[in-house]
């Protein structure tokens, strides 16, 4: 049986995409950008990136839902914000219906938090009738995109789908 997978995530300086990008290419998976319509750029706009996520906000994002009944596996990636998902994230996932689909969440994070952010995003998943079947974080501090690239194969290989 042929699996339709897709990728969606949000990435703000990359690392995100890259594993994004590196999933979609060893599944052979749509991939699918979510895009934060608020101003994150520089100091001040991770500063509000960080209070958003802390205060677990919403905020107005591009597709704001995706018709997800075609999909028999759909990834979603998230960058790590004060030990949280990014906004936009929780944005789609509270915008969209998860009934009967498998999931695999997927972090990406300078240190920590990323036993937290998947926490989160799996609760708001199985409150929308997911199934998350596999789950996995990237630490990407002083990694350059090969080696992210690396880690996220062997992490796909590591998830049974």
Do not use: C, Q, W
């Given at each position: 049986m042929k699996i339709n997978p897709i990728v969606i995530y949000y990435s703000r300086t990359g690392n995100t995409e890259v594993v994004a990008k590196t999933i979609a290419k060893e599944t052979k998976a749509e991939l699918v950008?979510?895009?934060?319509l608020k101003n994150r750029r520089g100091f001040f706009g991770i500063?509000?990136?960080?209070?958003?996520?802390?205060?677990?906000?919403?905020?107005?994002?591009?597709?704001?839902?995706?018709?997800l009944k075609k999909y028999d596996v759909i990834y979603i990636g998230s960058p790590v914000w004060a030990r949280n998902p990014a906004p936009a994230i929780l944005t789609f996932i509270d915008n969209s219906d998860f009934s009967n689909k498998n999931v695999v969440i997927f972090v990406t994070m300078a240190a920590h938090g990323g036993d937290n952010a998947i926490k989160t995003m799996k609760e708001k998943i199985y409150s929308k009738n997911g199934k998350v079947i596999g789950a996995f974080s990237i630490k990407t501090r002083d990694k350059n995109k090969e080696e992210i690239k690396e880690e996220t194969i062997k992490k796909l290989g590591e998830i049974n789908v």
């Open positions: 950008k979510i895009e934060d500063f509000l990136a960080i209070v958003d996520a802390l205060l677990k906000k919403k905020t107005d994002i591009t597709p704001r839902s995706i018709d």
